[in-house]
């Protein structure tokens, strides 16, 4: 059989056993687990002949629901095999042919990033975010800016300007979520962004000041938001590239997604239960 070259989709939970996603020489990742799954069981022989590539990284504690990664296969994928050697937070669930040198990194036409901020629950500090005032700031957010103030500040020499193609809240079930759209983004640049908008919604800074940031005569440093709460939602591709879903991958991804749903319940009216002391 011809060896053929493969985008795959793909999800992970991030948590602190994985050292965010891009490959590290002393600690494991999310990489780690996808390329040994892929040894394992037989479908690439060596990283360079397989040339593997991921479309987009991201930092520990991070998460992904559609993150995409490349590579010429020595068979025809059948996921649930690949995902029958990987822990049950990672997992592969569509793919599609590409041509030999498609690069799911550069390929891609934009990455789709969510962020999720809890609101208070039974609180009045829920009333403390101005939401008119941060989807103001949103607007500004796009187009072409200069993200410097926006992002982790890098060793080398990176270019900082980018064009922000959506920037958007909206108030669900007591969280702010956030949307973000863009072809590429910085180190940190999402968290970055999302703790400037929290702040101009606590009132805690201005329109102005906040626009002051895209100004690169100096760096500004601060706390990035908690990367906890960031997924990489998607990755979007021309029309070119039809993903083919895996039904049983879908189905092993969703009962994961449906199991931690239901003990994360349990947990949570656990915690709420021991804050009340009249409970007989």
């Known amino acids: ?63 992904a629901r559609g993150a995409c990664f490349s590579f010429i296969s020595e068979k025809f994928p059948i996921l649930m095999e690949i995902n029958s050697a990987l ?8 793919y599609c042919k590409v041509h030999h040198d498609f690069l799911s990194r550069f390929n ?28 103001k700031a949103c607007e500004i957010f796009e187009g072409r800016h200069d993200f410097l103030n926006f992002s982790k500040r ?30 590429a983004f910085l180190r940190q640049q999402i968290r970055r962004m999302v703790a ?18 895209f100004s690169s005569d100096g760096y500004t440093s601060y706390q990035p ?3 906890t709460c960031l997924i990489l939602w998607d990755i979007m591709y021309d029309e070119n590239v039809q993903f083919i879903i895996d039904l049983k991958s879908r189905e092993r991804m969703n009962q994961f997604f449906s199991d931690e749903f239901y003990k994360f319940n349990i947990k949570q009216m656990l915690f709420k239960i021991l804050q009340h002391d009249n409970i007989s």
């Open 225 to 227: 938001a908690d990367p």
């Open 154 to 183: 890098e060793k080398e020499d990176i270019n900082t300007i980018r064009d922000i193609l959506l920037a958007t809240l909206k108030v669900e079930d007591q969280f702010i979520i956030f949307d973000f759209k863009s072809k």
């Open 87 to 94: 822990p049950r937070d990672i997992g592969l669930w569509a």
């Open 108 to 135: 891609a036409q934009y990455r789709h990033y969510k962020y999720i901020f809890p609101l208070p629950i039974g609180h009045e500090e829920s009333k403390v975010y101005d939401f008119r005032l941060m989807a």
């Open 1 to 63: 059989m011809e060896r053929q070259r493969y985008l795959i989709k793909f999800y992970y939970i991030g948590s602190g056993k994985y050292f965010g996603s891009q490959r590290q020489l002393e600690f494991e990742t999310i990489e780690d687990r996808i390329i040994a799954s892929l040894l394992e069981k037989e479908y690439i022989k060596d990283l360079k002949s397989a040339g593997f590539e991921v479309a987009s990284r991201t930092d520990r504690f991070v998460s």
């Open 196 to 213: 400037k908008l929290l702040e101009v919604g606590k009132r805690e800074s201005n329109l102005e000041s906040f626009t002051s940031l």
